[in-house]
């Protein structure tokens, strides 16, 4: 099992930038797909954004698309999402996760959570 640790959330103004950071344990982050998820009050969790294992592969969800970018540095088992252009409805628990493959995480895919870092943007 791979121990994940979020960090970066905070309370940030429309239009401003975030960038969260997930540090992982163990030796297998560096063959694993990561991914970003987060869940809103009342809503059900969703995908935000993937990243292969050597980083040349990235996908993210039509909302965040152009404003969010995620990248991943395997020396240093961390994983990060630089959020700009935030708005009110990118207000979430943001959930750093590792997949079961190599190339990408969904849902499904997901062997490990991490615990979650808030991310509050004010109009």
């Known amino acids: 099992q791979v121990q994940l640790v979020e960090s970066g959330g905070g309370l940030v103004q429309a239009g401003g930038s975030l960038r969260l950071s997930c540090a992982a344990s163990?030796?297998?982050?560096?063959?694993?797909?990561m991914g970003w998820f987060r869940q809103a009050p009342g809503k059900e969790r969703e995908f935000v954004a993937t990243?292969?294992?050597?980083?040349?592969?990235?996908w993210y969800a039509d909302s965040v698309k152009g404003r969010f970018t995620i990248s991943r540095d395997n020396a240093k088992n961390t994983v990060y999402l630089q959020m700009n252009s935030l708005k009110p409805e990118d207000t979430a628990v943001y959930y750093c996760?590792?997949?079961?493959?190599?190339?990408?995480?969904?849902?499904?895919?997901?062997?490990?959570w991490g615990q979650g870092t808030q991310v509050t943007v004010s109009s």
């Open positions: 996760a590792r997949s079961r493959n190599s190339y990408n995480a969904y849902e499904g895919s997901v062997a490990d």
């Open positions: 990243i292969s294992w050597s980083g040349g592969g990235t």
């Open positions: 163990g030796r297998t982050f560096s063959s694993s797909a």
